[in-house]
């Protein structure tokens, strides 16, 4: 069946590091992939996808890119602010309905 | 002013009582969905209402019943509450979800149920 799996946290980073969350996913067919963010007390907000193979989708410094042929689509952010703390959820969409799976969530802290 | 909205934030109740969360959502969408987060932070459908028809139903306990009296409202109800409903869980909604075309989901800020 279909599947997400992403690295656990919490990732804690210092401002302006290196961000990669991992995420890989187990799919019949062409899924579209998303990265979903939930920021303390508020719900989740789309933060970027990938329709097919080889897009990448950036939004907000961050950035994805969609590998067939690893499965993957690890989320990526080349210097991190105290306001990116959140979690962060990597899902897939395969078939219709928008019935999205997803992944176990990672939080990202990141301090002064 | 907030797009979508869940009532109650947090409910702590008994085992074997009934409760309701509400979800509206003023976004004009078509389609509205419940989510459960488990205490691992799994989010998994449980269901799905366009134009409150029901689309998505996936294996959800029958204590769990859903209530879309129109489309701006998806209610869940649950009966006979079991520890292992704790969970939180989170109202959604999107335009075009009762068709393959993509569309991006409104989550709500989830509704925290405790059942002791």
């Known amino acids: 069946g279909n599947s997400v799996t992403q690295m656990e946290g919490p990732v804690t980073l210092s401002e302006e590091a290196f961000l990669t969350i991992n995420c890989t996913y187990t799919a019949t067919g062409y899924p579209s992939l998303f990265w979903y963010v939930q920021y303390p007390g508020e719900g989740l907000q789309l933060l970027l996808k990938a329709t097919k193979a080889d897009d990448k989708g950036s939004n907000k410094g961050f950035e994805a890119t969609y590998r067939k042929e690893t499965t993957s689509f690890h989320l990526e952010k080349g210097s991190v602010q105290v306001s990116d703390s959140a979690v962060y959820f990597c899902?897939?969409?395969?078939?219709?309905?928008?019935?999205?799976?997803f992944g176990a969530g990672t939080r990202l802290a990141v301090h002064p | 002013d907030t797009a979508v909205s869940q009532t109650p934030k947090y409910l702590v109740t008994q085992m074997g009582n009934d409760k309701s969360i509400k979800c509206e959502q003023n976004l004009g969408h078509d389609t509205m969905y419940w989510y459960k987060q488990d205490s691992k932070k799994f989010l998994k459908i449980m269901f799905s209402y366009n134009n409150k028809e029901l689309i998505i139903n996936e294996t959800v306990p029958n204590r769990f019943s859903p209530k879309s009296p129109d489309k701006a409202h998806l209610n869940l109800h649950i009966n006979s509450l079991e520890l292992g409903d704790s969970a939180v869980y989170f109202c959604a909604s999107s335009p075009l979800g009762g068709t393959p075309v993509l569309g991006e989901l409104f989550f709500g800020e989830g509704s925290r149920l405790t059942v002791l």
């Open positions: 899902a897939l969409k395969a078939g219709g309905y928008n019935k999205l799976i």
